[in-house]
């Protein structure tokens, strides 16, 4: 089965077309792209009309288009075949991911209007943490107000999660479903999760993919005062909104969310790309400190997203916090570029051999993910 993947965010969509039949690792890229939003007058809806066009026009008309959904809400713990229904529940989510969901359902009624009656599907970033106990994912606000809208932990990057699990489960020489691990996604966006026997047992994204680690522009963890403190000053929700969005994170210490551009910072030595990897850095060492002990001890520690994969000195950072606790950088294995790659999946392994906790960088392949369970799905083994 040929699988167009879309995979939209606030800036920009990344497409790939995959042939998922008789690959026996992954699924094979026919195509890919990168398309930047603000860069096209016509709109989400007119930009991605011309990417379809271009892929018909080069590739003839793919089976079906797969969709990576960053919010599902309650509503959706598993892919869902695309309908109209399922489009106005994906933009009414849009309040909890504002970055995200309204490209989404942007992109499927846009194919929708080009080839009706082609097969969408929807498969959502949260589906993998509501594994995640209640005791983890429940606020401790009153009853009513959690009833209402529900007021949750839901969880963020579980497609990019669930893969790197088991594609070290492979690398590792480990059973399906087995692995006990803290997988720190790292991008503009960032998390981190705790994951025991194969499932989501916590994570630091929450309600929204604004809470937890220090990111591009988001703030991650602040003292919900001080939202009140701005709506006193006369702040309104939409200000507050972005500031906190699009206006915090990496961008306010550093004035760059690009941690390229912040890492020559860095080593030049400005004030403010120190801070920005000092402040990052040990926001996520004290959650894998804290996920070690939820998942009972990590068989490993793993890096993924364009950061966590591409930044040796965000993970040498982060590694530094954590010396204390036994895990050891092997700096040799630790570099930018893709020369210490131990196999075709590009896996390695970035810690010594002494650490107490095997430190990996799992590539992230959101799409590949996608396309597979937009296939199973469809039942694509049945023809």
């Known amino acids: ?54 892929v018909e026009r080069d590739f003839g008309r793919p089976d079906a288009i797969g969709h990576r959904v960053v919010h599902g809400g309650e509503s959706y713990t598993s892919p869902v075949s695309v309908t109209s229904d399922v489009i106005a529940m994906i933009r009414s989510l849009g309040t909890l991911a504002p970055l995200h969901n309204a490209s989404s359902a942007d992109c499927m009624e846009a194919a929708a209007d080009l080839w009706p009656g082609l097969p969408q599907v929807a498969v959502f970033d949260t589906s993998f943490h509501r594994s995640i106990p209640d005791f983890a994912s429940r606020y401790a606000v009153p009853e009513n107000a959690y009833m209402a809208h529900p007021i949750r932990r839901y969880g963020f990057h579980g497609i990019s999660v669930e893969l790197a699990c088991r594609d070290a489960e492979g690398f590792l020489a480990k059973p399906n479903g087995s692995l006990n691990a803290v997988v720190a996604h790292i991008g503009n966006g960032a998390s981190v999760t705790a994951v025991k026997a194969g499932r989501s047992v916590d994570t630091s994204m929450g309600m929204t993919p604004l809470e937890g680690l220090v990111m591009g522009t988001r703030c991650g963890d602040l003292d919900p005062a001080l939202v ?156």
Not at 38 to 53: M, N
Not at 336 to 354: F, K, L, M, P, Y
Not at 361 to 366: F, H, I, L
Request: avoid cysteine; hydrophobic fraction near 40%; charge should be negative.
């Open 1 to 54: 089965m040929r699988v167009l993947v879309l995979n939209p965010g606030s800036s920009s969509l990344k497409y790939h077309l995959r042939e998922t039949a008789g690959v026996p690792t992954g699924n094979a890229v026919l195509h890919s792209g990168q398309l930047e939003w603000a860069d096209d007058q016509q709109g989400r809806g007119g930009s991605l009309r011309r990417v379809l066009l271009e």
């Open 228 to 383: 009140l403190l701005m709506l006193g000053e006369g702040a309104t929700a939409s200000d507050v909104d972005d500031i906190l969005n699009h206006r915090s994170g990496l961008l306010s210490l550093a004035g760059t969310a690009d941690m390229r551009t912040i890492a020559a910072g860095f080593h030049r030595g400005d004030p403010g790309a120190v801070l920005a990897v000092q402040a990052s850095s040990y926001r996520l060492a004290k959650y894998i400190a804290a996920y070690a002990m939820a998942v009972g001890g990590p068989d490993a520690v793993i890096f993924t997203g364009g950061i966590g994969e591409n930044s040796a000195l965000y993970r040498a950072a982060t590694l530094e916090w954590l010396r204390p606790l036994g895990y050891a950088l092997d700096e040799d294995a630790n570099l930018d570029e893709d020369a210490n790659q131990s196999d075709q999946t590009g896996i390695r392994t970035v810690s010594t051999t002494g650490s107490a906790v095997p430190v990996l960088v799992v590539p992230s392949d959101e799409e590949r993910a996608i396309a597979e369970s937009t296939a199973s799905l469809l039942g694509s083994d049945k023809k």
